[in-house]
């Protein structure tokens, strides 16, 4: 069982609709919880980051995060053309010394058509 | 720019070769880690920093891969004996890492490695 699990889509959303995109993770004492988003040929570009329990808002991005169900989401409202590309979920994983390593999902396409 | 930079952006190398490849963090960063990403797949973890000290490498690295960041602040990553295997996009990402759990990671653009 990989330790990040995403839908890898592609997730089809017409413009000015509501993006969902789901993300689970296997270690139970994670803390930490990341949403990046990246462009073909790009790197990875951090847009949320989410820590405790219950929703977070910035912009048009809502990241919700439930521990209990190690379940994290993303929603992006009024879907645009430029959101088009994959979003990556990572956690952090708990190792030996610290807080050290993060882990990446495989990542969700998304397209939004006009 | 004050971001993560990675040198070369792309490098074309034949099979056997040797590769290194560096990495700029933010300054102020503390943590440093080498991630690969092929085609579908997110970041791999390769290895992280702590200042100077390799806290550690995955067991999915092969021996022909190292990685120094000998004063604290850059990093470079060698493959030695380069494989086809070896084509992926490396990413470096640094981070500010304080007390408690909370540390956000930010990526520099990739260095691109093919092997013909």
């Known amino acids: 069982q990989k330790e990040v699990e995403q839908n890898s889509g592609p997730l089809s959303v017409p413009e000015g609709a509501i993006a969902s995109l789901n993300c689970t993770y296997s270690?139970?004492?994670?803390?930490?919880f990341f949403w990046y988003r990246q462009y073909s040929g790009k790197s990875p570009e951090l847009i949320m980051s989410i820590y405790s329990n219950g929703d977070k808002e910035d912009g048009r991005f809502t990241a919700q995060l439930n521990k209990a169900s190690q379940y994290v989401s993303l929603l992006i409202r009024d879907s645009q053309p430029s959101d088009s590309a994959t979003y990556l979920c990572a956690v952090n994983i708990m190792t030996t010394d610290s807080w050290g390593k993060f882990q990446f999902g495989a990542g969700t396409q998304v397209v939004v058509t006009p | 720019d004050t971001g993560v930079s990675q040198n070369p952006r792309h490098k074309i190398t034949k099979r056997g070769q040797n590769v290194t490849f560096r990495c700029d963090p933010i300054?102020?960063?503390?943590?440093l880690y080498w991630y690969r990403q092929t085609l579908g797949q997110g970041p791999e973890f390769l290895t992280y920093?702590?200042?100077?000290?390799?806290?550690?490498k995955s067991r999915l690295l092969s021996d022909r891969f190292s990685a120094e960041r000998p004063k604290g602040s850059f990093s470079t990553l060698e493959i030695q004996r380069t494989e086809q295997g070896d084509s992926a996009m490396y990413l470096c990402?640094?981070?500010?890492?304080?007390?408690?759990?909370?540390?956000?990671?930010?990526f520099g653009p990739g260095t691109r490695l093919l092997v013909l």
């Open positions: 270690d139970r004492v994670s803390q930490s």
């Open positions: 920093f702590q200042n100077e000290a390799q806290l550690e």
């Open positions: 990402a640094s981070s500010l890492r304080k007390a408690g759990p909370q540390e956000t990671q930010y």
């Open positions: 300054s102020e960063h503390n943590r």
